[in-house]
Nanobody, 119 residues
Framework: QVPLVESGGGLVQAGGSLRLSCVVS????????VGWFRQPPGKERAIVAGIPWTGGSIYYADSVKGRFTISRDNTKNTVYLKMDSLKHGATAVYYCSQYYRELSPTSFWGQGTQVTDSS
């Protein structure tokens, strides 16, 4: 399994911004890209954005379109999630994972990074 390490979470007020980082050391065979997944308290984990390894289209969940931007720096083996205009109730743990073409994640996750709405 390829290790993933997330960072960049913290306290943020509604309307604020954060940039999350995910260091991914390599590509798992058969995966389509790297995605960011969000898990609010008491709710299931769900993908919010995904970026293909090569070609293809970037995916955004409808709830974050126009506010979140996923990008990749191959020289640093890092995938970023820039989150702007965060809403009330944005508290969640954010995880990154490699995912398959149908947007389903692998079973391997990093430790996650906590984002907390401080409004």
């Amino acid at each position: 399994q390829v290790p993933l390490v997330e960072s960049g979470g913290g306290l943020v007020q509604a309307g604020g911004s954060l940039r999350l980082s995910c260091v991914v050391s390599g590509r798992t065979f058969g995966t389509y890209g790297v995605g960011w997944f969000r898990q609010p308290p008491g709710k299931e984990r769900a993908i919010v954005a995904g970026i293909p390894w090569t070609g293809g289209s970037i995916y955004y969940a409808d709830s974050v379109k126009g506010r979140f931007t996923i990008s990749r720096d191959n020289t640093k083996n890092t995938v970023y999630l820039k989150m702007d205009s965060l809403k009330h109730g944005a508290t969640a743990v954010y995880y990154c994972s490699q995912y398959y073409r149908e947007l389903s994640p692998t079973s391997f996750w990093g430790q996650g990074t906590q984002v907390t709405d401080s409004s």
